[in-house]
């Protein structure tokens, strides 16, 4: 009961943001079970890749802009903006894959013990988009 009513104190929060310039936001969740995976060192990537048509967790398209969340708490609200993008100079432009990875030990390229997930409504998403509702459920070995 308690998560679900930071859930909602989030969702209501993070709807009152403008968006106003190019940005794409929502929600991340961790899938039942998957807490015993979380650790004090942990870091959250959220990673926004152009979207195509191989779109999807085992896309090597490479990422277009992340942000780094250390410590994040569940549920756990996220923007990304063209302050983000990786190479700067680089256009923010949609539509775009969103993948959202947990690192239990801080590594954005090792991939062992990390949780990662998607939105399944919104495989890619124009800019704009503040309602995407990634689960983190898939553990990588």
């Not at 990786?86 to 969103?98: K, Y």
């Not at 998403?125 to 990634?134: D, F, T, V």
């Amino acid at each position: 009961m308690k998560k679900m009513f930071i859930l909602l104190l989030s969702l209501i929060a993070f709807n009152s943001y403008a968006f106003s310039d190019p940005k794409v936001g929502g929600v991340i969740t961790l899938a039942r079970g998957m807490e015993k995976n979380l650790t004090t060192n942990g870091v959250l990537y959220v990673i926004a890749k152009k979207a195509g048509p191989d779109s999807g967790l085992n896309d090597h398209t490479p990422p277009l802009a992340v942000v780094r969340i250390e410590n994040p708490k569940f549920p756990q609200a996220f923007v990304i903006t063209p302050k983000n993008v990786m190479v700067p100079g680089t256009p923010f432009e949609g539509p775009v894959h969103v993948i959202a990875r947990y690192s239990p030990n801080g590594d954005a390229i090792s991939k062992s013990g990390a949780i990662e997930g998607i939105d399944p409504k919104f495989p890619s998403s124009e800019l704009g988009n503040k309602n995407m509702a990634i689960v983190l459920k898939n553990l990588l070995k």
